[in-house]
């Protein structure tokens, strides 16, 4: 069983920069793909990006593309999410989760294919 701690929320300004963490424990990451996914208020949680082991394959929602980038320290085994170039409609609780099972582009942002998740970070960007 693979226990998750999310930390790096906060509140930012349009256009600011935040590094979410996902740390791990019980479990090497290495054995798990990895995804963050994002549930506004009275919205669906969809997925916001997905990184596989570490010769695995990468995935962004087409809405952060270009402004987030996922990656592992394996050393730390700690999975990131660097948020760059912030806009309201990105505000959010942002989701760690893991799953044993390979992904390909069309199931990563299935939520159901996730077996473990983090209690969720709160992302909220406004002036």
């Known amino acids: 069983q693979v226990q998750l701690v999310e930390s790096g929320g906060g509140l930012v300004q349009p256009g600011g920069s935040l590094r979410l963490s996902c740390a791990a424990a019980g479990v090497s990451l290495d054995y798990h793909t990895v995804g963050w996914f994002r549930q506004a208020p009275g919205k669906e949680r969809e997925g916001v990006s997905c990184i596989g082991t570490q010769r695995g394959r990468i995935w962004y929602a087409g809405s952060v593309k270009g402004r987030f980038t996922i990656s592992r320290d394996n050393a730390k085994n700690t999975v990131y999410l660097q948020m760059n170039n912030l806009k309201p409609e990105d505000t959010a609780v942002y989701y760690c989760?893991?799953?044993?099972?390979?992904?390909?582009?069309?199931?990563?942002?299935?939520?159901?294919?996730?077996?473990?998740w983090g209690q969720g970070a709160q992302v909220t960007v406004s002036s």
């Open positions: 989760a893991t799953s044993r099972n390979r992904m390909i582009a069309s199931s990563w942002a299935r939520a159901d294919l996730y077996d473990n």
